[in-house]
C-alpha cells in the first residue's frame, strides 16, 4: 500500500478529538432518588462516568473512531504499490507553430499543457518533475520539483515568436539521464524529434491549412507607390484576400487565386508619400503571427564624405554608387579641419593627426603608418596571386588582379592578400572604423575589374552606413547584427512594446539580442547633431508558417508511456467511511 497524498495523514488527529469528547464527558451529579427501580441504570452511569470505564465496551465510540480513521485514509489517497518514486523531464515546445489553432480555437500550445498537466497529476506524489520549454533559447520552469510546482510551470509556459531549440533541450534532459538513473524524457510537440533513447514523444495539434507573407516590397513612382506581397499558401486551393494600409489607414483590397502550396504575388496601390506600408491577410488560416508584413520609407539622411589627396577618378567613381553620399575634396590639412563628416578618405596622403571621429579610408599610405592599430611597412614586389583575406572579399573572384608594387600590412583583419601578405585589412577601435588599402589604385589593374565596384560598396557600406544599412530584418529569436555610425555617441534599439534596450556604449555595437517579438523596431542612434532612426522588423521563421502535417506519438527505446502510479482506493476509503457512518447512525438511534 502506497499513498498519493501523505499529508493527509494529519486528519488522523480526528481520533484524538473523538477521544478527548468522550473522556470529558460531564459527570452526573449525585441525587436522592425515591425509587430503587433506576438503580441498576444509575449504577451504569457511574460505572461509565470514570475516565478509564467510559471507553471499554461502547460500540459508539468504536464506529466514531473507525470514522474517523476512513476519513484519513481516504485523504491520504491509498493506491496499491505501482513503482518507487521517479524522475521525469516534461519539455515542451514553445515554437511559432504552436501557436496554431484548431477550429474550436484551442492552440497546440494549450492542448500541449493541458496533456502535460494530466500526465503529472497522475505520478506519485515522492516523484519529481523538471519542466523546460524549448523555445529560441531553453528555459528551465521547474527543477526537480513536486506535482503541484511542475503544474504550476506547465500553466505558465506560453509558445513563442521562433523556432524551437529541441536538441538543447533534449541535449539537457540526456545530461539529467546521465545522473538520474531511470529518467523519464516526455516531449511535447507538434514536430518529429530525432531519436533519443528514453524519450516518448506526445504529439500535439492536428493537420491545418495556412497562409503566411513572406515579403513585401514597396515601387515608388510618379504617380503614387506600387507595392507587392508574397503570399505562400500552405494548404488547398483557395482565394487569397490581401488589405493594404498606408500609414495606418486602408487603402487597397485585392484577392487572388492560389493552388494548393503555391506561393504568389499580390499587388496594390500604395498614395503618394506613404511613410508606413502594411500588407495584411483577411484570411491568414492557422496562425496569425504571419499575417502581416511592413515597409517603413528610411529617412533621408545625407553623408559627408572628405577626399584628400591628388585627385582619383577611380575613388570618385565607387563613391558615386552611393546616392546619399555629399564629397567635400580637400587638402590634408584642410580635411584635418573638418569635423562632423562620416567618412574622411586619404589617398597617398597621411595626416600627422588622424581625426579622432568618423571612419577612415586610407589608400596607398606612407610607409611607418599607424592607423587604428594597423602597420605600413616598405615597398614590396609581389611574388604571389591576389586572393580573398575575409571580410568584404568572400564573394569575390579577383582572377587576373595584378600589382605593380605593394606595402604589407600587419594588424587588423585582412581583406585582401597577396601571397601571405596582406594588402588590404580592416580594424574597429571604439565607434571608429578604418580600412587601410596598401597599394596605389593605379598600380594595380585591380579598378578595372567587376570586383572593384563591389569590394568598394562593401567597404562604403560599413564606414559610412545610412539609415537603412544599420540594420535589416530578421527573424525572431535571432541576434541582429547592427552596423551603427562611426561618429555615434550612443545606440539603442526600441521594441514593439515602447521599451528601449542600449546596445552602446560601449563599442563596437552589441547584435541586438532581443528580438523575440514578432514587429517593428527603431534602431536610434545618438549622433552630435541629435538622433538617427532605422527601422527594421522582426518576423517569424518560414518554415514555422507550414502547419499542414504534425507528428505522431512514438517511444524511443528505454522510453514510453509514463510508468503508473499504482491503483488508487481512495473510492473504497470513501465507501467504507460512509458505511461506517451509517452504521453509527443506526446504533445511536437504537440506544436511545
Known amino acids: 500500500m502506497q499513498f498519493l497524498e501523505p499529508m493527509g495523514a494529519w486528519a488522523l488527529l480526528a481520533l484524538a478529538a473523538v477521544l478527548a469528547f468522550y473522556l470529558l464527558k460531564r459527570q452526573y451529579e449525585e441525587r436522592t432518588v425515591p425509587s430503587t427501580y433506576l438503580w441498576r441504570m444509575a449504577l451504569r452511569d457511574e460505572s461509565a462516568s470514570r475516565p478509564l470505564e467510559r471507553l471499554r465496551r461502547s460500540l459508539l465510540l468504536i464506529l466514531q473512531l473507525l470514522a474517523a480513521a476512513l476519513f484519513a485514509l481516504a485523504l491520504m489517497r491509498p493506491a496499491l504499490p505501482g513503482h518507487a518514486a521517479g524522475e521525469f523531464v516534461i519539455v515542451l515546445d514553445a515554437s511559432a507553430s504552436m501557436q496554431a489553432a484548431d477550429e474550436t480555437g484551442r492552440t497546440r500550445m494549450e492542448e500541449a499543457r493541458q496533456r502535460a498537466e494530466e500526465l503529472v497529476r497522475g505520478l506519485n506524489a515522492l516523484d519529481r518533475v523538471t519542466v523546460l520549454r524549448a523555445g529560441t533559447n531553453v528555459d528551465v520552469l521547474a527543477s526537480r520539483a513536486d506535482r503541484q510546482t511542475a503544474i504550476a510551470a506547465i500553466r505558465a509556459a506560453q509558445s513563442g515568436s521562433g523556432g524551437a531549440r529541441m536538441e538543447e533541450a533534449l541535449s539537457l534532459a540526456r545530461a539529467m539521464a546521465q545522473e538520474i538513473e531511470g529518467l523519464d524524457i516526455c516531449v511535447f510537440s507538434d514536430a518529429s524529434i530525432a531519436p533519443v533513447e528514453g524519450a516518448s514523444l506526445y504529439a500535439v495539434g492536428a493537420a491545418a491549412e495556412n497562409r503566411a507573407l513572406v515579403s513585401l516590397a514597396v515601387e515608388e513612382t510618379a504617380s503614387g507607390g506600387r507595392a507587392v506581397a508574397r503570399v505562400a499558401n500552405y494548404g488547398a486551393a483557395c482565394e487569397i484576400q490581401l488589405e493594404g494600409y498606408a500609414d495606418g489607414a486602408l487603402c487597397d483590397v485585392r484577392t487572388a487565386q492560389a493552388g494548393a502550396g503555391e506561393t504568389v504575388s499580390v499587388s496594390f496601390d500604395v498614395p503618394p508619400g506613404a511613410q508606413r506600408v502594411e500588407a495584411r491577410l483577411a484570411n491568414g488560416g492557422a496562425i496569425a503571427l504571419d499575417d502581416a508584413r511592413w515597409w517603413q520609407r528610411a529617412e533621408d539622411v545625407r553623408r559627408t564624405v572628405v577626399l584628400a589627396g591628388d585627385g582619383n577618378l577611380f575613388l570618385e567613381a565607387a563613391l558615386a554608387l552611393r546616392a546619399d553620399i555629399d564629397v567635400v575634396r580637400a587638402s590634408v590639412e584642410e580635411a584635418q579641419a573638418i569635423e562632423g563628416a562620416q567618412l574622411y578618405i586619404f589617398d597617398g596622403v597621411l595626416p600627422q593627426t588622424l581625426p579622432q571621429s568618423g571612419s577612415l579610408l586610407c589608400v596607398n599610405p606612407p610607409e611607418g603608418a599607424g592607423i587604428l592599430g594597423i602597420s605600413v611597412a616598405g615597398a614590396q614586389t609581389p611574388q604571389g596571386a591576389v586572393h580573398a ?98 561618429r555615434a555617441e550612443a545606440v539603442s534599439v526600441i521594441t514593439p512594446a515602447g ?94
Open 389 to 486: 583575406g575575409g571580410r568584404f572579399s568572400e564573394n569575390l573572384s579577383l582572377a587576373g588582379v595584378a600589382l605593380r608594387a605593394y606595402r604589407p600590412l600587419s594588424g587588423g583583419e585582412a581583406i585582401l592578400l597577396c601571397g601571405d601578405d596582406a594588402i588590404a585589412a580592416w580594424a574597429e577601435s571604439g565607434a571608429q572604423r578604418a580600412a587601410v588599402i596598401g597599394f596605389d589604385l593605379s598600380d594595380s589593374n585591380l579598378p578595372v575589374k567587376y570586383d572593384f565596384p563591389v569590394l568598394m560598396l562593401q567597404l562604403l557600406d560599413a564606414l559610412a552606413p545610412d539609415a537603412s544599412m544599420g540594420v535589416a530584418d530578421a527573424v525572431a529569436g535571432e541576434a541582429v547584427p547592427v552596423t551603427a555610425s562611426a
Open 499 to 592: 521599451e528601449s534596450v542600449s546596445l552602446a556604449p560601449p563599442f563596437p555595437a552589441a547584435p541586438f539580442t532581443g528580438a523575440d517579438e514578432v514587429g517593428e523596431y527603431a534602431l536610434v542612434e545618438t549622433l552630435p547633431e541629435g538622433e538617427e532612426r532605422a527601422w527594421f522588423a522582426v518576423y517569424m521563421p518560414a518554415a514555422e508558417s507550414d502547419v499542414r502535417a504534425v507528428a505522431e506519438d512514438a517511444a524511443q527505446a528505454g522510453g514510453g508511456a509514463v510508468r503508473a502510479a499504482g491503483r488508487e482506493m481512495t473510492v473504497w476509503a470513501v465507501l467504507l467511511l460512509l458505511a461506517a457512518l451509517m452504521l453509527e447512525w443506526w446504533v445511536s438511534r437504537r440506544e436511545n
